[in-house]
């Protein structure tokens, strides 16, 4: 597959624009549909497709699997250090009340960090599972 | 039964993917049966919370019927428990592969019993 | 500041010791993290319990939304009695776990294994602290998932298998427990517990409640291996490394009974048969046949572990019966029971994991005459044993009294007769292991074995002791199982 020059011209151009949404349902979550879940799936997918493409040895090259083990406990930590910041602001766990000048903002604000970890843990543990199954029966 | 016809889609998912679970032997075979049993529940989740005519619970002008939230970000998060456990059985599978050289339940079965019977100890390939 | 946020510092701190430790991914880094991490959940347990005893309940709603939008936190006697044991249990496992891990999982895994013991404790606390049915159904799959990785991390390859069953089973008795919780909130509108009782008050007599209590007990009778459903247990402990298997016989079958009692005493209220089911007849029936069938298996295992493991499947039965009994003598003999069994077993399990460490096997034959080079372990395993019969003077003879004193309440003599002839199935058992290990002549591997080194005495002596202890004086433990009894028979907390 990966000689196929149909799909290599093919992927090149929907990498971009995959990232690109898997960031506009990111940022989009707080007005629309979309949120860290579906965007980190969103981009797992891109490095996914990309690793079908070009092999295995080059997408591990972009993003190594050290990388990823870092990343999947990353999100979680980013998670849980906006549930604990409310502690300090006088709130209970992961009330974001206090996070900005007023509750509403704070809310949002909230939402969205919390958010940015979903989307690490996700968009990594999905990479990893690629890696995990691609990767069997040939190291 | 057309009037019953979500209910009915979600009994038949339910009892025919916990079937599966139990009458085949191949392992890859049951996690499938497995995630159909657990698709019936997201189902029985989400369908009474829909409403119809509703829209997606979000606020805007001209909207007041919409849909509950709180079953689908129930169904959300079973979802996330769903793949995650369909994901640790597949790789358990690929490891008992390894290890037995079959994923037939029977055969492992035989297996077990002849390593129950001898000493040794050690799995034969990591 | 802490005081008010003790009942969600119960799950942060395991959790984000998990987190530290995946992110370690150095095996003893990880595992300080995780002593550290259990240390402080064990503390934060006992804080609660003191509060739970000198306030009663303590609500903690998390993000700050109302029970009826968000999740609550509840912690009452029971909640309380349950966390207090598993954090104790986790926090001696991981004493335990350092020598034993070494020896028994790959280098590059050990962080990795930290962190799922880690995870394991996190999900079985949220269990018993969270007052929402759909989150001890997430807290519920956490627990396992991380289970699940544990059992297949054991070095032999049938661990995987093992591991595969388990996941299997496991994952259908958590569905049947949310499709029960969806029934549940397809009548009532809520999954906060304190709204759903409110609320089934008016509903008495609904059939989808049947039905969902149908599902919600046959759904946790899988997770808790109550007897006809307990076939992925023995295989699952058997092997597991050995600090794995410690945490889950000590802890996760018993978080799963509180789970059970949780629904039949607090959701559908102390009269626990609904509708047309008698589920109070069931389970006395099936509490009986645990008590008998298991451990008559369990005399004609040759591995110990197997025999622990049957063994713990048995002893369920009692903590069940307690349940099913469903009066004040009853249920505190069923969770003193609960109590108890977690800390015989934990010994038990730690004890069979120091000789595996030392002799590299758990099979009976190879261990013949091993108490002479390891008598402490031995001696550990043997006093662990003792309690498991119900012997005067250890911890399973109280339980068992309040158990006989509960079936005799009821009017149920024969029952109190069936309890006391089933230890005699346990004399057995026990005593095949002790023949074998103290008085027959030492085989090739027993004499080659030496003591097991402190790191593993010292947590499982702990338990030893304190089976012993709570024998002797035995106000502590009854008096928590008690209150917790009281609050699920529908007394103040």
Redesign the interface.
């Known amino acids: 597959m990966r000689f196929d020059i149909v799909l290599r011209v093919a992927t090149k151009f929907i990498l971009a624009p995959l990232l690109l949404f898997a960031l506009y349902v990111q940022f989009h979550g707080d007005?629309?549909?979309g949120g860290g879940?579906q965007a980190g799936v969103i981009a797992a997918a891109a490095v996914i497709l990309y690793g079908l493409i070009v092999g295995l040895a080059p997408v591990q090259r972009l993003v190594p699997m050290g990388l990823l083990?870092?990343m999947?406990?990353?999100g979680?930590?980013i998670y849980?250090a906006v549930?604990?910041a409310s502690?300090?602001l006088g709130?209970?766990?992961?009330?974001?009340?206090h996070l900005a000048h007023d509750a509403v903002h704070g809310q949002e604000w909230g939402v969205f960090l919390v958010e940015i970890g979903v989307f690490v843990t996700v968009s990594s543990t999905m990479v990893a599972?690629f890696y995990?199954?691609a990767g069997?029966?040939r190291s | 039964m057309t009037a019953h016809f979500s209910q009915s889609a979600t009994i038949l998912l339910m009892v025919a993917g916990l079937y599966i679970v139990i009458a085949r032997g191949n392992m890859v075979k049951k996690l499938i049966g497995l995630s159909m049993f657990q698709s019936s529940v997201y189902l029985l989740y989400i369908l009474p919370g829909k409403l119809i005519g509703g829209t997606a619970p979000i606020l805007g002008a001209g909207y007041s019927v919409y849909a509950n939230p709180l079953p689908h970000v129930l169904i959300l998060t079973a979802i996330v428990v769903g793949v995650a456990t369909l994901a640790l059985g597949l790789t358990l599978v690929v490891r008992i592969k390894e290890a037995f050289g079959t994923i037939e339940e029977d055969e492992i079965a035989g297996d077990m019993r002849s390593d129950g019977s001898k000493p040794g100890r050690g799995r034969k390939s990591a | 500041m802490i005081a008010s946020h003790l009942p969600v510092l119960l799950i942060i701190v395991p959790l984000l010791g998990a987190v530290l430790a995946a992110l370690s991914r150095h095996g003893f880094v990880a595992w300080l993290v995780a002593l550290l991490a259990s240390a402080a959940t064990m503390a934060v347990a006992f804080a609660l319990l003191w509060r739970v005893q000198a306030e009663g309940l303590i609500s903690y709603r998390i993000g700050g939304w109302a029970p009826e939008l968000g999740i609550e936190y509840r912690i009452d006697a029971v909640s309380a009695f349950i966390v207090v044991l598993v954090s104790a249990i986790a926090f001696l496992t991981m004493i335990y776990a350092r020598r034993s891990v070494l020896a028994e999982i790959s280098a590059e895994r050990v962080a990795w294994f930290y962190t799922m013991l880690l995870l394991c404790v996190a999900g079985l606390l949220g269990i018993a602290a969270t007052g929402d049915a759909f989150n001890a159904f997430v807290f519920l799959e956490v627990s396992s998932l991380a289970t699940y990785t544990l059992i297949a991390l054991g070095r032999d390859r049938r661990a995987l298998v093992a591991a595969y069953q388990y996941l299997i089973v496991g994952t259908i008795g958590a569905t049947l427990y949310v499709i029960g919780v969806g029934l549940i909130y397809l009548s009532t509108g809520t999954l906060n517990i304190g709204l759903i009782v409110e609320r089934l008050a008016s509903l008495q007599g609904s059939r989808a409640l049947t039905v969902a209590e149908a599902f919600i007990v046959v759904g946790i009778a899988l997770k808790l291996a109550l007897f006809p459903l307990h076939a992925w247990l023995p295989n699952a402990y058997a092997y597991a490394p050995s600090a794995a298997t410690v945490l889950l016989a000590s802890t996760a079958t018993k978080v799963a009974v509180y789970l059970l009692a949780r629904y039949l005493f607090t959701v559908f209220g102390g009269d626990i048969d609904v509708g047309a089911i008698p589920i109070s007849a069931i389970l006395i029936g099936l509490s009986v046949a645990a008590m008998f069938i298991p451990s008559a298996a369990a005399i004609f295992q040759n591995d110990v572990k197997r025999i622990l493991a049957l063994s713990s499947v048995g002893q369920i039965g009692y903590i069940t019966l307690g349940l099913a009994l469903a009066n004040q003598t009853g249920l505190t003999g069923g969770l003193l029971h609960l109590f108890n069994h977690a800390l015989m077993k934990g010994a038990a399990f730690m004890a069979i994991g120091a000789v595996v460490y030392r002799a590299g096997t758990a099979r009976l034959d190879d261990l013949s005459g091993i108490g002479r080079t390891m008598p402490w372990t031995v001696a550990a395993l043997t006093i662990a044993g003792l309690a498991l019969i119900g012997v005067p003077g250890t911890s399973g003879f109280v339980s068992k009294y309040y158990l006989i004193l509960g079936a005799l309440e009821a009017g149920l003599g024969w029952l109190a007769i069936l309890i006391v002839a089933s230890s005699l199935l346990a004399v057995l058992y026990v005593g095949r292991i002790v023949e074998v290990v103290w008085f027959r002549e030492p085989a090739a591997v027993a004499r080659e074995c030496r003591e097991a080194p402190l790191e593993l005495l010292l947590p499982m002596w702990i338990l030893a002791g304190a089976t012993i202890w709570f024998g002797i004086d035995a106000e502590w433990p009854v008096g928590l199982a008690a209150s917790a009894a009281r609050v699920l028979l529908g007394g103040a907390p």
């Open positions: 007005y629309g549909p879940f083990e870092v999947i406990p990353g979680v930590l849980m549930g604990i502690f300090f709130d209970n766990f992961l009330d974001y009340d599972i995990a199954f069997r029966g």
